[in-house]
């Protein structure tokens, strides 16, 4: 099997997946999808502290627990076919790299309700959390990065200039075409960071 490395970009109820392949000066994407977090795409599924907010006492409580298991659930699922998919064409995924938004630790769900910017906050969290219990769950080892140090981290590793680097991203959906946006790209910088760790492990 040949070794890949992965990166994740989280929204709310979804997440963009990259996967490359080395050689680490000149990396490959061969897999990129959208991993869905939640089963109904709608704003009460998708923005679950939002939803929360409206609720009482314990029927909060019970509808984030319930959103928890169902977003770990799919993001298990896409990503055990993800593996799948790539080991039929010989590949398995050795790491790979989550990206955070602020990593603030959160309170208790009294405290996050009261408070509309941790109500942003928690949404992004439950749904990075779904992806790093998946990847346990997987066996597949996971690092976090904040998206703010994204280049920085990554030009002082790789050794490239910030510049250069988004060049290089933009240029790594040529292969694939359409859609390469911004989630496609940061993701595949954080799979290519990975990558880079996996080299000098």
Same mark, same amino acid.
């Given at each position: 099997?040949?070794?890949?490395? @992965?990166?994740?970009?989280?929204?709310?109820?979804?997440?963009? =997946?990259?996967? !490359?392949?080395?050689?680490?000066?000149?990396?490959?994407?061969?897999? %990129?999808?959208?991993?869905? @977090?939640?089963?109904? /795409?709608?704003?009460?599924?998708?923005?679950?502290?939002?939803?929360? &907010?409206?609720?009482?006492?314990?029927?909060? =409580?019970?509808?984030?627990?319930?959103?928890?298991?169902?977003? $770990?659930? !799919?993001?298990?699922?896409?990503?055990?076919?993800?593996?799948?998919?790539? +080991? &039929?064409?010989?590949?398995?995924?050795?790491?790979? =790299?989550?990206? @955070?938004?602020?990593?603030?630790? !959160?309170?208790?769900? &009294?405290?996050? @309700?009261?408070?509309?910017?941790?109500?942003?906050?928690?949404? #992004?969290?439950?749904?990075?959390? $779904?992806? %790093?219990?998946?990847?346990?769950?997987? #066996?597949?080892?996971?690092?976090?990065?904040?998206?703010? &140090? !994204? /280049?920085?981290?990554?030009?002082?590793?790789?050794?490239?200039?910030?510049?250069?680097?988004?060049? %290089?991203? $933009?240029?790594?959906?040529?292969?694939?075409?359409?859609?390469?946006?911004?989630?496609?790209?940061?993701? +595949?910088? +954080? $799979?290519?960071?990975?990558?880079?760790?996996?080299?000098?492990?």
């Amino acid at each position: 099997m040949k070794s890949a490395t @992965l990166g994740f970009r989280v929204h709310s109820g979804w997440a963009v =997946a990259v996967v !490359l392949r080395g050689p680490l000066n000149s990396p490959l994407v061969i897999d %990129r999808r959208r991993i869905q @977090l939640v089963k109904t /795409f709608t704003y009460t599924y998708r923005q679950p502290y939002h939803t929360a &907010e409206k609720m009482v006492g314990k029927d909060a =409580a019970k509808f984030i627990s319930s959103m928890r298991s169902e977003s $770990a659930r !799919l993001a298990r699922s896409s990503l055990r076919a993800l593996q799948k998919d790539l +080991a &039929e064409q010989s590949y398995r995924i050795a790491r790979g =790299a989550l990206l @955070l938004a602020s990593g603030r630790a !959160l309170p208790q769900l &009294e405290k996050i @309700l009261a408070s509309h910017a941790l109500i942003h906050t928690a949404d #992004g969290e439950l749904f990075r959390e $779904a992806l %790093r219990a998946a990847c346990g769950r997987c #066996g597949l080892p996971l690092e976090a990065v904040r998206e703010k &140090e !994204l /280049f920085e981290i990554a030009s002082k590793t790789l050794g490239i200039n910030p510049t250069a680097l988004k060049h %290089r991203i $933009a240029a790594f959906g040529k292969s694939f075409g359409p859609p390469w946006t911004q989630d496609e790209k940061f993701a +595949a910088l +954080a $799979a290519w960071l990975s990558l880079s760790r996996r080299a000098v492990l």
